[in-house]
Every structure is written in structure tokens, then in C-alpha cells.
């Protein structure tokens, strides 16, 4: 199902165009590369073990979503000239926002966890080696995947470049992603 990421893409290259939406993409496999030398280092075991570290990342990824949904309702209450005088959010902002929404996401560690252990055999030795590998492999796959919504995404908003389309794509995401923080603080707060 959609996560954090895929909203994120979705509102940046709806609200920023392609170019914003494409670094989105590339800032959630940023994301995944240091979710992928964590695993390989152990750090994600450690985190994932410690209930106070795991909670930490927890609030901090919600903290973070809360902000961009906030920015969402924000941003559609901008008159229409401003929202469609040009983009937005720059590439680097979609960059950026992408990787620490991946990073900050729990749930990201859970599956490396929880995946990458089944695929991995200690009797051929080079462990990290083979998390590395399946971590390019899940990467590998999540680009093809997410450069698909990116570019759905320019499509639909050429054909739904209206000001009132925008405004509530802005609150839809917003909203989705206070969502989104609203249940991991559910879970690892309460």
C-alpha cells in the first residue's frame, strides 16, 4: 500500500513538476541506502532491539510527517496565482524531505528486518556482502516502481493542473501524511 514516500512523490510532482517529483524518487533511494548499510552493519538490529531507540526514531519520523502534512494544508491555502506561478518545492527540498522521510520511518527498518534475514545464509559467509546485494536489489526495484508514480503523477498533473485540483492535492497528502504520524505516534508513544 502507499507509504509516507509515495504521498511524498505523489504531492511534489503534482504541486513541483517532474523534475522535483524525480528527486523525490532519488532522495527515497538515498533513504534506502542507509537503511541498507545499517542492516548490513547491524545497526538496524540494534535500534529495532532497543525499545528507546526504536521509539526515539519512531516520534522523530512522526514528528517529521506531521510537519510535511502541516505544509500541506499550508500550501493549499496559498492564493491559486502563487501556487501556479511555478514550483513550489524545489528538487533539493524533494530530495531531502524524501531521504529523512525514509530514514525516519520505522517501519522501513521492520522490513529490512523482517525481509532481508530469509534471504541471507551465514554458510556462504560474507554476510553484509549479501545484504548489500539484496539491498540493491529492493532498491533497484522500488526505483522502477516509484519512477512510474513520478511520472503517472506528471501526467495526471498536466491534466489536472487546475488551482482547485492542486489545493486539494496539497490537503489530501497533508492530510494522509498527519495520518501517517498520527499512527506511529499511536503506536510507539502511547
Known amino acids: 500500500s502507499p507509504g509516507p514516500d509515495t504521498m511524498l512523490i505523489l504531492r ?3 504541486t513541483s513538476g517532474q523534475r522535483t517529483g524525480l528527486a523525490t524518487v532519488t532522495g527515497v533511494q538515498l533513504g534506502l541506502i542507509v537503511h ?3 542492516a548490513a552493519v547491524g545497526l538496524s538490529l540494534i535500534i529495532a532491539s532497543s525499545d528507546i531507540l526504536f521509539r526515539a526514531v519512531a516520534i522523530a519520523g512522526a514528528a517529521y510527517l506531521g510537519w510535511l502534512g502541516l505544509q500541506g494544508f499550508r500550501a493549499s491555502l496559498m492564493n491559486v496565482d502563487a501556487m501556479t506561478a511555478g514550483p513550489q518545492v524545489s528538487a533539493a527540498k524533494g530530495m531531502r524531505d524524501a531521504m529523512l522521510t ?3 520511518n520505522p517501519k522501513v527498518i521492520l522490513l529490512y528486518l523482517a525481509l532481508m534475514p530469509n534471504f541471507v545464509s551465514a554458510e556462504r559467509g560474507q554476510v553484509p556482502l549479501q545484504l548489500a546485494i539484496l539491498g540493491v536489489a529492493l532498491i533497484a ?3 522502477a516502481w516509484l519512477l512510474a508514480v513520478a511520472l503517472s503523477a506528471e501526467q ?3 491534466w489536472l493542473g487546475r488551482p482547485a485540483v492542486q489545493r486539494a ?3 489530501g497528502t497533508g492530510a494522509v501524511l498527519l495520518g501517517f504520524a498520527a499512527l506511529l505516534l499511536f503506536e510507539h508513544a502511547v
Request: proline share 0%; hydrophobic share 45%.
Open 36 to 38: 541498507t548499510v545499517a
Open 156 to 158: 495526471a498533473r498536466r
Open 12 to 14: 511534489y510532482t503534482m
Open 141 to 143: 526495484v522500488n526505483t
Open 102 to 104: 525514509n530514514i525516519l
Open 169 to 171: 492535492v496539497s490537503r
